[in-house]
């Protein structure tokens, strides 16, 4: 089984034009999706599940929108909590919070706080994130400690820079789960990425359940993962000898 599966949650606003809707019930039913793939998620044991919910790119989507997205986000959080914690789920954020609404802010910080002591599964929420913005600030934070005379650039190594990132003390994603049919991972984890297996669905994030995560998970188990290495010597091959 991954260790960590990242979704990029595509295709809400094509689900609602496609049956005559305002894209707004797209977003409104993709929360299903949502509820639906943490649930699966904590029932497989899988540790870490991160969910690309709100890129900085989306910031310039019409006005409307994104405050709608707002409010989803905050009504899901808000609605959420106890079923979280019910459920032994810990919250964690990534990326650019201070753009987000102040309501939305305080809701997410309560979140993280209440459920910070959850052991069972971690949900990282990307919101206002962006991969080469990841790895922007985490090359200013490595640039100011060479500046103080805290670190010698001699000593920089990927360690050094996964440790700046917004998902230190995370895994690098195994599996990344991108809906709706388009092959691009559009500015989502960047640096991350380097080894993590692939998997494109044509099935629109509002219809994305249970059984759709599962379909991924084979078609990853699947693989051979070779991370660089020829087949023979292949950590994947070498666990399963073990």
Known sequence: MPRH???VMD???RWAQGRGLARSEGHRRGKDSVRA??????ELGIPYLTLFAFSSENWGRPGTEVRFLMSLLHRYLITEVKRLMKRDIRVIALGDLARLPVQVRRA????VEMTAQNRATTIALALSYGGRQDIVTAARRIAQAVAEGRLDPAQIDERTVSQELDTRGMPDPDLLIRTSGELRISNFFLYQLAYTELYFTDTLWPDFRERDLLRAIVAYQARERRFG???ADSPTRLRAAN
Do not use: M
């Open 5 to 7: 599966i990242a979704i």
């Open 11 to 13: 295709g809400n606003g």
């Open 108 to 111: 997410l910080q309560q979140t």
């Open 37 to 42: 793939v943490v649930e699966a998620v904590r």
């Open 229 to 231: 290495t020829v087949e």
